[in-house]
């Protein structure tokens, strides 16, 4: 794991920086990693597993909950577990115009029964956060208001129950 998080900082840091090469192979001890940018997009690839990080288009599918609609998608990280059954993970970061009240409401009406509301009042409009296990997974849902932007932010984590 620790192979993992050093390498993608420094692709960030790497790819970041306009640097015209796409592509770089890391020979280590445990083995060979591949890290990839592809437009707004870097693929880090090992024995482990595959991660995705940037313009990653998530579907309501892999999420295991629907994407509000209308939202854009301003980014996204998949992270699949490889030769591993389970260690599959998803994050996308939504944003919509609409008012944080008609958002949370979607997710109630769109969500098992038993998925769990935390509200939390903060200045400018508040913050929910969704707790919930659907088909093996262990989703979280954050929507928060920003009163300057105009916007609601919905950042969904959905990954493999452990």
């Known amino acids: 794991m620790k192979k993992w998080i050093a390498l993608f900082v420094l692709s960030v840091l790497f790819f970041g920086t306009g640097c015209a090469k796409k592509n770089v192979v890391v020979e280590t001890p445990e083995g060979k990693v591949t890290a990839e940018q592809q437009g707004n997009t870097v693929t880090i690839e090992s024995k482990e597993g595959k991660t995705m990080v940037g313009s990653v288009n998530i579907s309501a599918k892999v999420l295991g909950v629907p994407i509000y609609p209308g939202a854009a998608q301003q980014g996204g990280m998949t992270m699949?577990?490889?030769?591993?059954?389970?260690?599959?993970?998803?994050?996308?970061?939504?944003?919509?115009?609409?008012?944080?009240?008609?958002?949370?409401?979607?997710?109630?009406?769109?969500?098992?029964?038993?998925?769990?509301?935390?509200?939390?009042?903060?200045?400018?409009?508040?913050?929910?956060?969704?707790?919930?296990?659907?088909?093996?997974?262990?989703?979280?849902?954050?929507?928060?208001?920003?009163?300057?932007?105009?916007?609601?932010?919905i950042l969904v984590v959905s990954g493999d129950k452990k």
């Open 80 to 153: 699949a577990g490889g030769t591993k059954k389970k260690g599959n993970y998803s994050t996308v970061v939504l944003t919509s115009k609409d008012p944080i009240d008609k958002v949370v409401t979607f997710y109630k009406q769109n969500t098992p029964s038993n998925a769990k509301f935390t509200m939390m009042p903060i200045p400018g409009g508040g913050m929910t956060m969704i707790e919930l296990e659907k088909e093996g997974k262990d989703i979280h849902i954050q929507i928060m208001r920003d009163p300057e932007k105009q916007a609601t932010t």
